[in-house]
């Protein structure tokens, strides 16, 4: 992907609307959008979006398992099981 195509001033989205939108929705690639010569937003689909949400969110929960693995806060896999068994006769 190459953004150095997908680099347009504002007064371009603000004349072309409607060709960005179906534009984004093609392609799934981000728009900057650019004021006074210097990059202000970026501009997606919601598909595009929707998936980068999904992906960080993926991400967080790796880093927040390896945060746990590096402070020793593990247990066997043979505990875990067995604390969901006492836990769902418990119940």
Do not use: C, W
Request: proline share 2%.
């Amino acid at each position: 992907m190459k953004y150095s195509r997908q680099i347009k001033p504002i007064s371009y989205l603000k004349a072309h609307a409607a060709d960005v939108v179906r534009d984004l929705s093609e392609r799934h690639e981000p728009m900057v959008i650019t004021q006074n010569g210097e990059a202000r937003l970026v501009v997606q689909d919601v598909e595009s979006y929707e998936q980068t949400q999904e992906t960080l969110a993926l991400l967080k929960i790796l880093a927040l398992g390896n945060q746990q693995i590096e402070a020793g806060r593990v247990v066997d896999v043979k505990q875990a099981f067995q604390r969901v068994r006492q836990n769902r006769t418990a119940d």
